[in-house]
């Protein structure tokens, strides 16, 4: 992973975890289930961009890169490593 990537997904997955930190905190008070699942939405939509960010950068280091190799194995291996990792998150 990119320093970059590696940066601000560390950034999104602290701030994850304080949600839910705060998930936990709202259940433990006896909150309004409807704003505890506003709150857990909020938290999967993070989750999603996190999912997002990596997969970006998966493309852009290492898909890219198998690519620019020439080698035909390890470009149909990554092509296909994607295709498994998309097929799974539409799950």
Do not use: F, P, W
């Not at 990119?2 to 950034?11: D, G, I, P, S, V």
């Not at 709202?26 to 938290?43: K, L, P």
């Not at 290492?62 to 998150?89: H, P, T, W, Y």
Request: with cysteine; hydrophobic share 40%; glycine share 6%.
């Amino acid at each position: 992973m990119r320093q970059e990537a590696k940066t601000t997904t560390l950034k999104r997955l602290g701030r994850i975890e304080g949600q839910v930190r705060g998930l936990a905190r709202m259940v433990d008070e006896d909150r309004y289930c409807i704003d505890i699942v506003t709150q857990i939405s909020a938290v999967r939509a993070a989750v999603r961009k996190v999912e997002e960010e990596v997969l970006r950068d998966h493309v852009v280091h290492c898909v890219e890169g198998a690519i620019a190799s020439g080698n035909k194995g390890e470009q149909r291996r990554k092509i296909a490593e994607l295709m498994d990792v998309l097929e799974r998150a539409d799950r």
